[in-house]
């Protein structure tokens, strides 16, 4: 769960392995998180083994992200997990939809 844990990276796994390898393409894809949030969970998934970065030299610069075989293995995992969250989802979306309770001291 620590590998995975982390607000965007389940989505940024499953672009990349859906073809979305550039990095402006993972930002339209994810606009509700902040560029500088992504960027760095991709460097977490990068040091992890679960993605590879490829910097192409040339001007403009060029980089891709892929998966490794360590990120592939997770495909499975996350697309039975979003199966369940669609078959789940008249039960969780309204509860999603409340604040968020805050601790009483």
């Known amino acids: 769960m620590e590998v995975i844990s982390g607000k965007w990276k ?3 796994i ?12 993972l930002h339209r894809r ?8 992504l960027d760095t969970q991709l460097a977490q998934l990068t040091s ?9 030299s040339q001007k403009p610069a060029k980089v891709e992200y892929a998966l490794t075989p360590l ?3 997770l495909i499975p995992v996350i ?13 969780l979306e309204p509860l999603l939809q409340l604040p968020t309770p805050t601790l009483v001291q």
């Open 10 to 12: 389940i989505n940024l």
């Open 14 to 25: 499953w672009c990349i392995h859906s073809g979305i390898i550039r990095p402006g393409e």
């Open 30 to 37: 994810i606009p509700r998180a902040s560029r500088r949030l």
């Open 48 to 56: 992890l083994g679960i993605i590879t970065k490829t910097v192409f």
């Open 71 to 73: 990120g592939k293995s």
């Open 79 to 91: 697309a039975v997990t979003a199966k369940w969250g669609e078959a789940n989802r008249p039960l």
